[in-house]
């Protein structure tokens, strides 16, 4: 078998043979095992409560036919010494190949981590889905430009201009549309912090609606008279914003008068008769009720309570039965409710004045 040492290229055959046959094997052994114990780890990954494992397994699903081929022939050559340039040229395919691959593993991995925190924590949220897009693009976009970065250098390629000169484009480019970028940055405090959500009823300066779509620019609220009303993400974060949707409890707060001719024994008792109208009431916890003040036409009285759901509409219908029940309950015991008056006293000029005597 003298024909196996006929030397190729500076190197016999039997060694050309020799770095083929550990190339084929590393690429089968990688090719027949490497699924297989991503299909295990899938299914182990299914079974745990986390989702960075899932991420991991996504990445790892993004292995693709070439990455067996360049790892078996990266194997291969290291039993062959090829000449330089050659060396040169099959070293710097081998590192594109494998850089491709890690940026398909980093962005499958980033892409299902996002995935699963948006399905976790926001499903059901569709301007959440829409910005998740968008960062979902913008990191693929940033892992794909390094690999890029990376490539060029393993080629040999001086990337410090490039860099520099995208560094300056971006810095101009940022300026050009910092509103807009304002905007979106805004979306995405929005998003993450949630001060607010869609159906959530707001008031922001003089206006006040029920938040109906978080954009990447804007936010879009439906006013209580019906309008639409848009407003920028940026403004919105300056704003003082009162959201109600998230009350748990909704403050109730009335006053009424009763007339001064009123019996003090009867004005001791109002109090408790307005707790017990109060308590009545199947949603409402009472806080208080006091006799505050000697007004200029009226006994006012000032009451709070707390609604236990914090819809508008159940609280109003129940203040509305609290003032009816408030209304009997003064006309059974003969009170009247104050309402503006004044008493003008007059002295005729021609009534000669009393006489006062001084006893010295």
Known sequence: MDFLKEVIWGNTLETWLMGAAVALATGTVLWAFVPRLIRRARTLARS???YVDDAVVAAARGTRGFFFVAAGLFAGSRYVDLPRRIDAVFTDVLASAILIQVGMWLSGGYQ??????????YPDDAAVATSFNLIRLLGVGVIWFLIFVLVLQAWGVNVTALITGLGIGGIAIALAVQNILADLFASLSIIF???????????IDDYAGTVEE?????????????????MSNSDLLRSRIRNYG???????????????ETDPDVVTQIPGWVEEIVEGQEMARFDRCHFKSLGQWALEFETVYYMTVPDYKVFMK??????????RKLADARVEFAYPTQLHYERRLDTPEPQVETVR
Do not use: W
């Open 246 to 260: 998230r009350m748990d409890e909704r403050r109730g707060h009335f006053t009424f008068g009763i007339v001064y």
């Open 214 to 230: 978080i954009g990447l620019k804007t936010t879009k609220l439906r006013s209580v008279s019906g309008e639409q009303l848009v």
């Open 48 to 50: 745990t409560g986390t």
């Open 318 to 327: 129940v203040q509305e039965e609290v003032n009816v029940a408030l209304m």
């Open 193 to 203: 912090d949630k001060p607010f959500l869609v159906g959530d009823f707001l008031t």
């Open 112 to 121: 299902s981590l996002l995935t699963h925190i948006r399905d976790d924590r």
